[in-house]
């Protein structure tokens, strides 16, 4: 994650702590060495002698840039596609001072080639053209969701947690958000376009960064997603009312660590390299690792990942973690999985240096003057255990990740599983539940004996035995099912006792109290409120847009602000559950899709209108009268202009919006397999359904999109590339396309259109 280190500093932007005005250094002349770092990674033998000249040159090298294309399996498909067709062919022939340039290309360990990477210079995209096409188009696609930037090695941990659609998964350290955006696609990804069965916690404990993490959220228009502010290690309990905890079947644990692995893309990592950055966050990571195994399920998988190439960051948490909870937990094999991404095993043994630059391969050979607080207190968890432990614990199953292995970033990646109960609340009802199972083996047996001396006898009473036997069947067949259930309940040690968490390396447990959190703000929006279907205000909104009863009416939510609501949102069941249980525990900072807001036109025919982002949501559930379909024609008339009249669409569109009551919301749909065999086509091929929101006026049509979506629509439909920084002038009704460029013939490429989800 690379969010940790020092802290404390209070210099200003620009000036040293002393006060003094630092000298602006250009990228290039950032120094890219650091005398310690190059022997403290020399002494751990992380790769042969010969190699590591390699690595750390690659580390010194600008870092590819990579991105990853999102959405549901048909978008990602489609914009996949469409630079494969439209750029890839023309990029190969961009030659910039007589060389060639790199061409995008797809990363080979990446399923589906949904993740991407290319080595592009900055100048090279202002002395192209078809570079600065395909610049905009990644600046427009991502700005909208299509696409996401993200390094290449942050792409891993996700794809190895291996999330499914009905699961409850739980990013602890969130922020950004680009792989809790790879969970929620993986969460969709196999509902088969239904709302899934599970959620997706995403927690940070900087509320700042948390907001930020509400914005890569929305780009996701998903209602399972709930955003959360608290600490990583102190992320609090949930119960039942039965008092069962609530359990994730998946977490990421891709917690802050001092980033060392960075080098190429965060170049100051080499002037501020030092051994007390992992000193002072081995605490913090083991906490926060130890605290996800309690809220791990049994049997549920954990991703332990950091950016650092420290073993102290890294396997020896890992192994002390492990050891810790004495075979509750253990690693996973994953070899088999990606088997395209080049990995090393993780170290068994390592060195620790000091603060003098010293090695010790034990705490018995460190001395108080060469060490810092932190490291005195936390020593024994910096090193590893012995050596026939640490083969037991099998540490060589975690992934490292280095630069010059396949010209990305460095990462470390450990894969866990919970294989049996931690707590002494998980242990009993485990132990009732085997207690239950074995009784009915028990009694299944004494049955069957039963069965095998009625048959031998052949007594009279033979004729009434199968009733009771089947009765007896029944019964004990309920209670397999109880025990069935008990064994798949969610529970975790309880709130007296039991509820603790490692302080520190002297093995002393501590009270853990999640109704104190350690330096969480208070949040500073109003408190979501779910709303009574029977509420008069959104009774009538639904009625009005003709909601249909498919969609859950226990799912609506907003923020109140004096008894009144200005937007509604939109959350999955599964989510309603949590938030309910949780009542005031979970500090939420956002949650569900905002479907409708209300309307600023006085004489509206209701009180809210459709929002962009709630449309793909809604759009199943709307009354048939809101929907309405339109021709290729319509939806160039939409595009190109700012307020249609209704003259300038086709007579059959003008007569089904006049059908609708003036000053309202509608949604213009235009369905490309209905209109194949149409003259007029899009500039590409359209495969997905393009759903606009539109405000229907009295005598014209207004289209609710964004500046970035009307960009996107301009260059997939009409094939016009704006540039981001000049905005689609206006003149006598129209949107001039003066600042629009008309993008290469692309054949028959596909194309995402699915604007329903923006």
């Known amino acids: 994650m690379g969010r940790g280190g020092r802290k404390g500093s209070k210099a200003k932007k620009g000036e040293h702590v002393n006060g003094e005005r630092r000298r602006y250094k250009k990228f290039e002349e950032l120094r890219r060495d650091n005398e310690k770092l190059r022997q403290y990674y020399q002494a751990q033998n992380i790769v042969d002698a010969d190699e590591f000249a390699e690595l750390i040159e690659t580390m010194r090298t600008v870092l590819p840039t990579n991105f990853r294309i999102t959405g549901s ?49 900055r100048i090279a995209l202002k002395k192209s053209q078809e570079l600065a096409k395909f610049h905009s188009f990644l600046v427009t696609e991502t700005e909208i969701g299509n696409i996401s930037r993200q390094e290449a090695v942050s ?31 993986a969460l969709h990804a196999g509902a088969a376009g239904a709302v899934p069965a599970g959620l997706v916690v995403a927690n940070d404990a900087d509320y700042k960064r948390a907001c930020m993490l509400v914005h890569q959220m929305n780009r996701l228009t998903s209602p399972n997603i709930v955003v959360t502010n608290h600490s990583g290690e102190r992320f609090p309990n949930v119960r039942t009312a039965a008092g069962d905890m609530v359990q994730f ?11 060392d692995g960075t080098t190429r893309k965060n170049v100051r990592v080499w002037e501020s390299w030092s051994p007390d950055d992992a000193h002072a966050l081995n605490p913090l990571q083991t906490k926060i690792l130890q605290r996800a195994a309690y809220l791990l399920k049994t049997g549920g998988r954990l991703v332990y990942s950091t950016c650092s190439l420290n073993p102290v960051e890294n396997e020896a948490v890992v192994a002390h973690v492990l050891d810790h909870f004495e075979g509750a937990l253990r690693l996973v094999d994953v070899s088999s999985e990606l088997p395209a991404l080049k990995r090393r095993p993780g170290l068994e043994t390592w060195k620790v240096m000091a603060r003098d630059g010293s090695m010790h391969e034990s705490p018995a050979t460190v001395t108080a003057d060469v060490t810092s607080r932190s490291m005195r207190r936390h020593m024994e968890g910096f090193f590893p255990l012995s050596p026939a432990r640490m083969r037991e614990l099998e540490i060589e199953r975690c992934l490292r990740i280095y630069p010059h292995l396949q010209n990305t970033g460095g990462f470390f990646v450990a894969v866990i599983e919970k294989v049996a109960p931690i ?27 039963e069965f095998k001396r009625s048959a031998e006898d052949e007594q009279p009473t033979l004729d009434v035995q199968p009733a009771d036997a089947k009765r007896q069947k029944t019964e004990a067949d309920a209670g397999e099912d109880a025990a069935a259930d008990d064994a798949k309940c969610c529970t975790i040690d309880s709130d007296v006792g039991e509820d603790t968490v490692a302080d520190d390396a002297t093995g002393k447990r501590t009270p853990y109290r999640p109704d104190c959190p350690r330096d969480d703000p208070a949040l500073r929006e109003n408190p979501f409120v779910f709303l009574d279907p029977a509420n008069s205000d959104l009774k009538a909104v639904l009625d009005y847009y003709g909601i249909k009863d498919s969609m859950s009416r226990n799912g609506f939510l907003s923020r109140m602000e004096n008894d009144a609501f200005r937007s509604v949102y939109h959350v999955a069941d599964s989510v309603r559950q949590l938030m309910e249980l949780a009542g005031q525990r979970l500090r939420i900072v956002n949650t569900g899709i905002k479907v409708f807001g209300r309307s600023s036109v006085k004489e509206a025919g209701c009180a809210y209108r459709l929002v962009c982002e709630g449309v793909a949501q809604l759009l199943p559930h709307l009354g048939d009268q809101y929907a309405i379909e339109m021709s290729f024609h319509d939806l160039r008339v939409l595009i190109e202009n700012v307020n249609p009249l209704f003259t300038q669409l086709s007579e059959e569109t003008q007569r089904r919006v006049k059908m609708v009551d ?18 007029e086509k899009p500039h590409t091929r359209l495969t997905a359904l393009l759903a606009i929101p539109c405000w229907r006026g009295a005598a014209s049509l207004s289209a609710h999109i964004n500046k970035n979506q009307l960009r996107s629509l301009n260059h997939r439909v009409l094939g016009r590339v704006a540039d981001k920084d000049n905005a689609l002038k206006l003149e006598n009704n129209a949107r001039d396309s003066d600042s629009a460029t008309t993008a290469p013939a692309a054949g028959n490429d596909d194309d995402d259109a699915a604007l329903a989800g923006m």
């Open 73 to 121: 399996r048909q978008q990602a498909t489609d914009i996949r596609e469409q630079i494969m067709t439209e750029f890839v062919p023309y990029i190969r022939e961009v030659r910039i001072d007589g060389a060639e340039i790199e061409v995008p290309h797809p990363l080979p360990w990446y399923p589906s080639n949904f993740g991407w990477q290319f080595s592009i210079p």
């Open 155 to 185: 792409m891993v941990p996700p794809l190895l947690l291996d999330v499914h659609s009905d699961h409850f998964v739980l990013d602890m350290c969130a922020a950004p958000g680009s792989k809790t955006a790879q969970l929620v696609e």
């Open 249 to 259: 079947d998946r977490i990421l644990c891709d917690v802050p660590c001092s980033g």
């Open 423 to 449: 707590s002494v609340d998980e242990r009993r009802k485990a132990a009732i539940a085997a207690e239950r199972a074995a009784a009915i083996s028990g009694l299944r047996k004494e049955q069957a004996a």
């Open 662 to 679: 003036p000053s309202c919301s509608i949604v213009m749909c235009y369905d490309p397999a209905k209109h194949t065999a149409d003259a």
